[in-house]
């Protein structure tokens, strides 16, 4: 047999080492089961490479490749063995499949504790918001109710206010309607028509003439402001006199007028009370003797005097 011929030959031909470089002797009779035995108990080269790329955490994509290439390796060689060989393949298979399993990187699990976790921590997350949410629709409910309270006690401050105020104004308007008695002594010449004592003619009496002695005191019959002051004079008749505003009495406006005085003891513009001395009595102007003439004055026009004052 040439050594064109011989198998030593046509493994060179095909590209395949000889038996001295598979580690045989030339003249080595082994069988060709025992090259194959050799060659599929030592794992490929590629194989081993693989599963290092594996365990330095590259995509699980990545690592399924070299592990299909290795396994066509394998059933490259043990397809030309005997049924020895072909026992032997299963296990490393299973021996890559599981490496390749086992060392699947962190981003291509998710384990079941991490996933609880997750749902743990969202559940937390959610609680935390419901209570805020109820902590401020509480509070929300109890700053209405405090301006509900408020408000109440406003109107029923405002209410109370309201009536105390209208029972002061009655109070004021009853005090104002009844007038002290200006002087002392009684009515000798009431309102109306008369016969006049001086000039002796029917005149009308627009006041009220109270008697009295000479320098007796008179006294403000109602609270007011001093708006006419006439310390002499004849007046038109009506002496020493001063006027009083006392404002709005159910809803007329109301003054009164003193005549013949004396002497006089307030000044135009003075608050007085009812009840505060204004002067003497006496006779001045068209008098006969001391007496006090006390005139009221109804929006302007004078009444008799008796409708406000009571002895």
């Not at 997350?125 to 509070?139: D, G, K, M």
């Not at 028509?193 to 109602?222: F, N, S, T, Y």
Request: glycine share 10%.
């Amino acid at each position: 047999m040439t050594r064109a011929n011989s198998p030593a030959g046509s493994r060179a031909r095909r590209g395949r080492p000889s038996h001295a470089t598979a580690g045989f002797a030339p003249s080595s009779t082994a069988p060709r089961r025992a090259l194959a035995q050799v060659e599929v108990s030592a794992p490929p080269r590629r194989a081993f490479a693989e599963a290092e790329v594996v365990k330095a955490g590259l995509p699980l994509r990545r690592r399924l490749a070299p592990l299909a290439v290795a396994g066509v390796c394998v059933a490259t060689v043990v397809a030309g063995t005997s049924g020895v060989a072909m026992a032997l393949t299963p296990p490393t298979l299973t021996a890559h499949a599981t490496l390749v399993t086992d060392t699947a990187g962190p981003e291509d699990q998710v384990t079941p504790s991490a996933a609880v976790s997750s749902a743990s921590q969202s559940n937390i997350a959610t609680a935390q918001l419901v209570a805020a949410r109820t902590q401020v629709l509480e509070q929300t409910a109890t700053e209405v109710q405090e301006q509900q309270q408020a408000a109440r006690e406003a109107e029923e401050a405002a209410r109370a206010a309201a009536e105390l105020a209208a029972q002061q104004e009655a109070d004021r308007l009853k005090e104002l309607s009844v007038f002290k008695w200006p002087t002392a002594g009684s009515v000798s010449s009431g309102f109306g028509m008369r016969m006049h004592p001086i000039l002796h003619v029917m005149k009308m009496h627009e006041g009220d003439d109270i008697g009295g002695a000479c320098g007796q005191p008179i006294w403000a019959a109602q609270s007011g402001t001093v708006t006419a002051v006439a310390p002499t004079g004849d007046n038109g008749g009506a002496g020493h006199n001063v006027r009083i505003d006392h404002g709005e009495i159910d809803g007329v406006h109301v003054e009164s007028r003193y005549l013949h005085m004396d002497t006089i003891e307030v000044s135009v513009g003075q608050e007085v009370t009812k009840g505060d001395r204004i002067g003497t009595v006496g006779t001045t102007g068209l008098s006969t003797a001391c007496h006090l003439h006390f005139n009221v004055y109804e929006d302007g026009q004078t009444i008799d005097p008796l409708k406000y004052i009571s002895q």
